[in-house]
């Protein structure tokens, strides 16, 4: 026995002999009656012995509530989480059965934690996107719509219902669901921002994009790669200044243009486009000049065949053959725009010049249809069949088109003539002639420019 269990028992000890003591030394007063009733008189000691039994009993059943009470609560925890330990392992048993690919043993799974637990947002969002993936949208979109609604302050069944409105090419029900979720987390909502933007961007309205990109900026976070933004605002100021040239405002275009090549030197349709609103506003010779330093900044084909065009159409061949022979002059290495030269002479019939320098480019450059082309052409007019005769054989070995000139150089997308954006990527600034060379195209200076272009959504 301990020291504390023993002076316990002996304190009890002393309480009950002093209560048995107290009681004999007031043996007499307790046997004196004590009405109840008028008529009716009881000894004092009952009284107190029935007070006394009346209190034990009242604190007894107390604490018999009270155990019964907390065991039902036990009992219930016990029970909820066996329950949910059970729906916890259906929901697992989907994500698994997700994962692997099995969409019908997924859906069957999350119905069955849905039956068990219907405002299951979790098990809501992934049974929607099993069906929108089975192309089942509709049914998709009713599943996220309830998981809305169990979860007003959640973000997530927000993205889920873009996802869907996307899926069936709903526009403008996606931008709603994106403004509700820029407006719950309007400081949380990067991802729904650019989203946005970019369906402004495939609409065309540049306004709104430009207004949302300037509003990404202000709230991207630290770890957010700003690159891909970056460009996205660069093509979207592009694209307003060229709305503006479209519709006659040539101040307002210069000026745009002339902001955005100070911020982005290298961003070629900006040039050309340059080049072309001061032609349309009469200034021939500023138009020559702004094509010639954008090529000289950005060694892009596409601004040497511009200047071709305009030389040409205001039947001045003299000045193109010149800026040719100038690009090739500061060009190191100078493949790419002596191609373009022999080109030039080719389209003024000047022969002889044009196979001088096509045939300069058959130790330095890989083989490329459209060299081969040109080559066999000017030695079928001139009659060397056997010659042309070998490089039309190369063609037909090789299968290639020659109809498809340009390939983007993010998604390999072919073109048959240079564009300013590429329709499958949504890239700016990287369209490219098609010429395989022995030497890198960086060394060719073909790709020496920033790329700018929008994320797809």
Not at 145 to 162: G, Q, S, W
Not at 333 to 344: A, E, I, M, Q, S
Not at 406 to 434: A, H, K, P
Request: proline residues 4%.
């Amino acid at each position: 026995m301990s020291w504390k269990t023993f002076f316990w028992v002996l304190g009890g000890l002393g309480v009950f002999f002093a209560l048995v003591a107290l009681f004999y030394a007031n043996r007499t007063l307790l046997g004196e009656p004590f009405a109840i009733w008028p008529s009716r008189f009881i000894p004092l000691y009952a009284v107190l012995f029935l007070t006394f039994l009346a209190g034990l009993i009242l604190t007894l059943s107390l604490s018999v509530v009270r155990e019964s009470r907390h065991f039902l609560e036990r009992w219930k925890d016990s029970r909820t989480r066996r329950e949910a330990q059970a729906v916890d392992d259906l929901y697992a048993r989907g994500v698994e059965a997700m994962l692997d690919g099995r969409s019908p043993t997924a859906l069957e799974h999350f119905r069955a934690v849905l039956a068990r637990a219907p405002r299951r947002v979790d098990a809501l969002l992934k049974a929607g996107e099993v069906l929108r993936h089975q192309g089942r949208i509709q049914e998709a979109l009713e599943l996220h719509e309830r998981a809305h609604k169990a979860a007003p302050d959640d973000i997530r069944p927000l993205y889920e219902m873009v996802a869907d409105a996307d899926a069936r090419d709903d526009t403008a029900a996606a931008r709603l669901y994106l403004e509700r979720i820029i407006t719950l987390k309007p400081r949380g909502a990067f991802s729904a921002l650019r989203h946005l933007r970019d369906l402004h961007m495939e609409e065309r309205g540049w306004d709104k994009a430009l207004e949302l990109q300037e509003r990404l900026e202000k709230i991207r976070p630290p770890d957010e790669d700003a690159a891909a933004d970056t460009r996205a605002h660069l093509g979207i100021r592009y694209e307003l200044a060229a709305r503006a040239a479209d519709r006659g405002r040539t101040k307002e275009a210069l000026s745009q243009l002339r902001r955005l090549l100070k911020d982005a030197p290298g961003f070629v349709p900006a040039w050309r486009k340059l080049g072309q609103v001061r032609r349309m506003s009469g200034d021939d010779d500023g138009a020559v000049a702004t094509w010639v330093e954008g090529y000289e900044k950005t060694k892009a084909p596409v601004l040497l065949t511009t200047l071709e065009d305009h030389f040409l159409s205001r039947e001045h061949p003299e000045r193109a053959i010149e800026c040719f022979r100038h690009a090739v002059a500061i060009a190191d290495p100078d493949t790419v725009p002596r191609f373009y030269l022999g080109k030039l002479f080719y389209r003024l019939e000047m022969l002889d010049e044009a196979l001088a320098e096509f045939g300069s480019l058959q130790d330095r450059a890989a083989y490329t249809p459209t060299l081969s082309y040109y080559l066999a052409k000017i030695h079928e007019r001139r009659g060397r069949w056997a010659e042309a005769n070998s490089h039309y054989r190369r063609i037909v070995l090789e299968g290639r088109l020659l109809s498809s000139q340009f390939r983007c150089l993010t998604c390999d997308q072919m073109y048959d003539s240079w564009v300013e954006r590429c329709q499958r990527c949504g890239e700016w600034n990287r369209i490219e002639v098609d010429f395989k060379e022995d030497v890198s195209l960086e060394d060719l200076g073909i790709s020496t420019a920033p790329v700018y272009s929008a994320p797809r959504s």
